[in-house]
C-alpha cells in the first residue's frame, strides 16, 4: 500500500459524523488486539491550552529520560504532525502498516453503518503507534469534551482540565458548569486531576472529582487560593517568557522561562509541571530546561524582529483576545495584518478583538472551508481600517506585507492555523535538489514523492536532466505544475491530493525549461507575457538558489563562485570570510578528552594539544574543532566545569594562530566560555538540546554548526525508523535551524550537520553521504563528519582500520557538494579533498606553493 493511498482512506472517514463515546475506539483497537496494553497515558482536556500543555509536558518527561508518545490536533501541514514519539512524526510506513492492518474491519464497520470517525481512528492510530514504539508514557490531547471522547478510550495515570468556556454547546452542555463537568470525566482513577478551572468551571469539576488540584496566578480575584501559585513576569527576551511554579504545602518551587508567550501559558506550564511530577520523577532541572524547549510551531511564534514578524493560529474571539494582550507588550510603530480565516469563525468578533491595524491584508488559506478574501476585506473596512487589501494567497500577502513594513513595524499573520502554515513555508519551504543520473535514479525519487506513476518509463526518462522535490500546498502545487508544462518540463505530484495537506512536487526539465519557468514565476517578460506568480514567488526565489548551488541554473557549482584563486588554507584570513564559502573545507578534530573512540588520550595533555594544533595547520586545516565531552556510545556525561577545564586552556592557546577555532560542545554555558577565550564557531552535536545554546551563539555573532541527532551521547542498538533518511533528516533540521533565526542567528552562519552515526544504521549513513548535495536544500552550508566511524565496517573496515576508508569517503563528500568534513588524520583528509575539487575543476584549484 502507498502512503497517498492510507492517508487517503484515513480522510476518507471524515464523511462519518462524531458521535459521542469511546465503544467505537475500543473495538477497533481490540480488533488490532489491544496494542496499548503496557502504556502509560495522560490526557489533556480544555477549551484552550491544551495542544501548549501537552506539548510542555512531553517534552518535561522526555528531558527526564523517558519514551513519550503525544497525540495532539489539529495539524499544521502533515496530518502525521499529530502523532509523534520522542518528537518524530509517525513515518509514512507505519500509517500504511496500520490502515492495512485496520481497513478490512473499519470497512466492514462502514457497511453497518457505523464506521469509525476520523478523529476515532487517528486516535487509535495514535495509541496503535505508542504500543508499537513501546513508549513510556503518552500524552494525549482530547478532541471534544472528555467524557465520550475517543481519547477517553484509556485509563489514564494523569490527566488535566486546562480551561472551560462555553463551546460545542451542543454537544457538550448550555453552560460552563456543564461543560466543566463533561471536560472533567477524563480524571484518573489514582491520582488527583489537574486544572486551571476557577469558579462555575471549577464547581463542575469538583461535581465529578473532589481530588483536584488547582493553578493559578498568585494574585487573583477568584475566592479560593490555587493550589499550585504560578506567576508571569513578563518576556525575558523577544521570545521568551520568565515564569515561576510554588506549590507551599510540597515545599517546591521552580523558576524557568518559557518559549510560549502570554500569561495563560504561564498556567499551562504550571499544570504541566505538575503532571510531569505527578507521572515520573522528574527534577527541577529536567522540568525547566523542558518546559523552556518546548517549541509549539503557530502559537504566537516570533520569526523575527525587524520587523517583528509573529505567526499566530488564533482562531476564535477568545484566542485573538489573549493574542492582543500578549502583542501589547512588544513595542512597534505600525501593525500589518494578514488574516485569513475558516468561514465558520466570528470574524467581526474576531476582528473587534485584535489591535487595530494599520493596515490589513485579507487572503485566503488554500482550502474550501476559507472565508472569501472579500468579505474579511469588508468586516475590516467596517471596524474603521482605512488600509484594506486582498491578495489572493497567503503566500503573496506575506511579501506584501513584509516589504510595506519598516523595521520598527509588526507584520502579524493569523484568523487560523491554516493561514499560519502557509506562511510558515516561507521559512521552512525548501526544494530538495535530486542527483538524476539514470532512469533508476529517477524512478527512486519519483517513488520517495509517493508519485502513483512512479513506474512511469517517459517519466523516469523526462527526470534525468534537472529534478526538485517540493512540498506545497494543493493549490500551488497545482499552479506550479500547470506553469512547469507550459515552458515544457514536467511535474509529477504525489497521490495525496487534499486542500488541506502538502503535496508534494517533482520538478523535472532541463536547465533552460528551468530558466523559462524562473522568468514566468518571477514574472519577466516571455512570449506569452508576465504572469501572476499565484503565490509562488517564494517557490521562484528559492529554485533559483536551488539549482544554482546544484549545478543547475546559471551553471555555478555547488560549492563554487566567481572567484578563480586556488589558494591553500594558509592564505585564508579567518576575518575575511570562511573558508568554505567557495570551497570543501576541512575540519580537524582535536578531542582533548581521554575517552573519546579514536584517539582518547592522546592530547588531554595541554602541550600535545597545542602541538597537535600546529601539526594540523601545517597540514593545511581551515577549522579546529575542540572537544572536550566524548558523544561514543555509552560515553559518561562530563560536568560543566570539567569540560571547561579541558577545552578552554587550549582555546586560548592556539587562539591566535592563523585557523578558525570550533568547540564541540553540547552545554551553552561550556560554548561562551569557549567562545570569550577566542573560539568563534560551536559544533553542537545535540542539535540544540540545551534551550540556552542559541542565545550564545546570537549574542556572539558565532557560527553555529547545528547537527541531526537521535541521542547525544549515542545510545547503543537505538533503531530509528526513516522513511527516508536524507529527506526526514532535513525535514527536522528545517526546524533547529529556525529555532535558531529565531534567537537572532543570521542563516549564512547556520552550517547543518547530517549527524551520520547518529541514531542512523551504516546503510543509512553511507545513503546520507552518497546525496550530500541534496542538504543544501537548507540554505545552509553542509557539514560531513564521518572520521573513523562504524559505518565503514559496511565495507570491510574494523576499528583502527578505517583510516583510508575515512579519506575515500571525505573525497566523496568534497564531489557531493559537503561545505566542509570534519576528520582526525588532516593530511591524508586534506590531499583527498583538494584532489576531488581539482578534478572536478581544473582550472580553477591550485595548491602550489
Not at 486516535?123 to 500524552?139: I, K, N, Q, S
Not at 474579511?376 to 488600509?387: C, I, P
Amino acid at each position: 500500500m502507498e502512503y497517498h493511498e492510507a492517508a487517503d482512506f484515513l480522510f476518507d472517514l471524515r464523511r462519518f459524523r462524531p458521535k459521542p463515546g469511546t465503544e467505537s475506539t475500543a473495538r477497533l483497537l481490540a480488533h488490532l488486539e489491544d496494542p496499548h496494553d503496557g502504556v502509560d497515558f495522560v490526557q489533556i482536556a480544555g477549551s484552550n491550552g491544551k495542544g501548549s500543555t501537552a506539548r510542555m509536558l512531553e517534552r518535561s518527561l522526555r528531558e527526564a529520560g523517558l519514551s513519550v508518545g503525544l497525540y495532539t490536533s489539529p495539524h499544521l501541514e502533515d496530518v502525521r504532525e499529530r502523532v509523534r514519539v520522542d518528537g518524530r512524526k509517525i513515518p509514512r510506513a507505519a500509517v500504511c502498516e496500520f490502515v492495512a492492518e485496520a481497513r478490512e474491519y473499519i470497512t466492514e464497520r462502514g457497511a453497518d453503518g457505523d464506521s469509525p470517525t476520523f478523529f476515532e481512528a487517528m486516535t487509535a492510530l495514535a495509541v496503535w503507534h505508542f504500543g508499537r514504539e513501546d513508549v513510556d508514557v503518552a500524552v494525549l490531547e482530547v478532541g471534544i469534551g472528555g467524557k465520550y471522547d475517543a481519547t477517553s478510550v484509556v485509563d489514564p495515570v494523569a490527566s488535566a482540565v486546562t480551561s472551560v468556556t462555553l463551546e460545542h454547546t451542543g454537544i457538550l452542555g448550555d453552560t460552563v458548569g456543564e461543560i466543566a463537568r463533561d471536560k472533567a470525566h477524563v480524571a484518573p482513577d489514582d491520582a488527583p486531576l489537574v486544572t486551571g478551572a476557577t469558579g462555575e468551571a471549577l464547581a463542575g469539576v469538583q461535581e465529578v472529582t473532589s481530588d483536584v488540584v488547582t493553578i493559578g496566578a498568585a494574585q487573583t480575584d477568584r475566592d479560593d487560593d490555587p493550589d499550585v501559585h504560578v506567576e508571569h513576569r513578563g518576556r525575558a527576551n523577544h521570545t521568551e517568557a520568565s515564569i515561576a511554579i510554588e506549590r507551599d504545602d510540597r515545599d517546591w518551587r521552580l523558576e524557568t522561562r518559557i518559549p510560549l508567550l502570554g500569561t495563560h501559558q504561564a498556567e499551562n506550564a504550571g499544570i504541566a509541571a505538575v503532571l510531569a511530577r505527578q507521572v515520573a520523577d522528574v527534577s527541577d532541572d529536567d522540568l525547566g530546561r523542558g518546559l523552556r524547549s518546548a517549541h509549539w510551531p503557530g502559537r504566537f511564534e516570533v520569526i523575527d524582529t525587524e520587523p517583528l514578524t509573529v505567526l499566530d493560529g488564533a482562531h476564535n474571539p477568545g484566542a485573538c483576545e489573549q493574542l492582543a494582550d500578549t502583542l501589547s507588550t512588544y513595542d512597534y510603530d505600525r501593525l500589518h495584518l494578514v488574516f485569513g480565516a475558516m468561514h465558520e469563525k466570528d470574524h467581526r468578533e474576531m476582528a473587534a478583538t485584535l489591535p487595530t491595524p494599520d493596515s490589513v491584508l485579507a487572503t485566503e488559506p488554500s482550502l474550501e472551508r476559507a472565508e472569501d478574501a472579500d468579505v474579511l476585506a469588508r468586516v475590516f473596512a467596517d471596524a474603521g481600517v482605512d488600509d484594506v487589501r486582498t491578495v489572493g494567497t497567503v503566500q503573496d500577502a506575506l511579501e506584501t506585507a513584509l516589504a510595506d513594513a519598516g523595521e520598527d513595524d509588526c507584520v502579524l499573520v493569523t484568523g487560523s492555523l491554516f493561514a499560519v502554515a502557509e506562511a510558515r513555508a516561507h521559512w521552512t519551504g525548501a526544494g530538495v535538489p535530486k542527483r538524476i543520473s539514470d532512469r533508476s535514479d529517477a524512478r527512486d525519487a519519483l517513488e520517495r514523492a509517493n508519485v502513483p506513476s512512479a513506474d512511469d518509463a517517459a517519466l523516469q526518462g523526462d527526470a534525468v536532466h534537472r529534478v526538485v522535490r517540493y512540498s506545497l500546498g494543493y493549490e500551488r502545487a497545482i499552479a506550479l505544475e500547470r506553469e512547469l508544462l507550459r515552458v515544457g518540463g514536467e511535474c509529477a505530484l504525489s497521490g495525496l491530493r487534499r486542500d488541506d495537506e502538502t503535496v508534494d512536487a517533482v520538478l523535472m526539465g532541463t536547465v533552460t525549461q528551468f530558466e523559462r519557468l524562473l522568468e514566468r514565476l518571477e514574472g519577466a517578460d516571455s512570449e506569452d507575457g508576465a504572469v501572476d506568480t499565484g503565490g509562488l514567488g517564494d517557490v521562484a526565489r528559492d529554485l533559483r538558489r536551488t539549482l544554482e548551488s546544484n549545478e543547475g541554473v546559471g551553471g555555478a557549482e555547488a560549492n563554487g563562485g566567481d572567484d578563480d584563486d586556488g589558494a591553500t588554507s594558509a592564505d585564508d584570513d579567518p576575518g575575511d570570510g570562511y573558508p568554505w564559502d567557495d570551497r570543501t573545507a576541512v575540519m580537524g578534530i582535536l578531542n582533548v578528552t581521554p575517552d573519546s573512540f579514536h584517539d582518547g588520550g592522546q592530547y588531554d595533555a595541554l602541550e600535545d594539544a597545542v602541538a597537535q594544533a600546529e601539526a594540523m595547520i601545517d597540514a593545511g586545516v581551515d577549522v579546529i574543532d575542540v572537544g572536550g565531552e566524548s558523544t561514543r556510545p555509552g560515553a559518561d556525561p562530563v560536568p560543566v566545569e570539567a569540560e571547561i577545564d579541558r577545552v578552554v586552556p587550549v582555546v586560548e592557546r592556539i587562539a591566535d594562530l592563523d585557523v578558525h577555532i570550533s568547540i564541540d560542545t553540547r552545554k551553552a554555558a561550556v560554548a561562551e566560555a569557549a567562545l570569550e577565550a577566542g573560539a568563534d564557531i560551536i559544533n553542537d552535536v545535540s542539535g540544540l538540546e540545551d534551550p540556552e545554546m542559541r542565545f550564545v551563539v546570537a549574542e556572539h555573532d558565532a557560527v553555529l554548526v547545528v547537527m541531526h541527532s537521535i541521542d547525544a551521547p549515542v545510545v547503543p542498538g537505538r533503531e530509528v525508523e526513516y522513511d527516508d533518511v536524507v529527506e526526514d533528516v532535513i525535514d527536522q533540521l528545517a526546524e533547529r535551524i529556525l529555532l535558531a533565526e529565531k534567537a537572532g542567528i543570521d542563516r549564512e552562519d547556520i552550517v547543518v550537520d547530517p549527524g551520520i552515526g547518529f541514531g542512523k544504521s551504516a546503510r543509512e549513513s553511507f545513503e546520507m553521504l552518497g546525496r550530500t548535495d541534496e542538504f543544501h536544500a537548507l540554505g545552509c552550508p553542509v557539514l560531513i563528519g564521518h572520521s573513523h566511524k562504524s559505518m565503514f565496517a559496511r565495507v570491510g573496515r574494523a576499528a583502527g582500520e578505517r583510516a583510508a576508508a575515512t579519506v575515500a569517503a571525505s573525497a566523496v563528500a568534497a564531489e557531493r557538494g559537503a561545505d566542509i568534513v570534519r576528520v582526525h588524520d588532516v593530511p591524508e583528509n586534506v590531499a583527498a579533498v583538494r584532489t576531488a575539487l581539482a578534478a572536478r575543476e581544473p582550472d580553477r584549484f591550485d595548491w602550489r606553493c
